[in-house]
């Protein structure tokens, strides 16, 4: 009688044990759901910079690629009589179809600069952009991993002279690159001002609202 009456006494605590055990496993089982959590959202956002700097590594060497053009060391000579001459600059940018003047923009005094009112990114037949390499014959390598999805692209733009700048005086250029990631989505906008004489970068941006920009921009 005396150990009938401990078992039924000894039941209502095994339960509350077997509870708390239950209790402790539920908890562990969240704690685990959210570190593997974390632990993916902190791989997302480490691919993403990872991405955005390929990107911003493409955008940076589209520009140095602009800027060598203009220092004199295109390999297109054609391209460099025009650059040389600083007439090739066209109202809208050049499309290239009936001189290399491709990418070249005037200065538009009246609306939106220039860089905005063309899609740099526009890699199609009416892009008046230029890709990496096509003058000067540097190369880049695109692919997948740790490569840009395809070549960045950039336009140059003549800015106009200073009011009573003195006769004969040099332009400066504008530069405006676009930079691809890994993945096509992924994009960084680049800008420089560039001085002829000595030949030298003055002045460097991130554009990083560039879609916005070109949005607004004057049609």
Sequence with gaps: MAIIKAAVLATPQQGVVLMAAMLVMVMLLLMGISSARLAIHAERAARGLRD???????AEAALADAERELAGGGADPARAALLAAGDGFVAGCGDGLSAPDLGLCA???DGAPAWRQVDIADAGGASRSVPFGQYSGAEMETGEGHLPFRKPRY??????LAPGAAAGAAHLYRVTA???GARDSTEVVLQSTWRPAPGTRVAWREVANYRELRRSAKP
């Design 178 to 180: 676009i930079g691809f």
């Design 155 to 160: 336009v140059i733009e003549q800015l106009p």
């Design 52 to 58: 955005r700097d390929v990107a911003l590594q493409a």
């Design 107 to 109: 200065a538009d005094g």
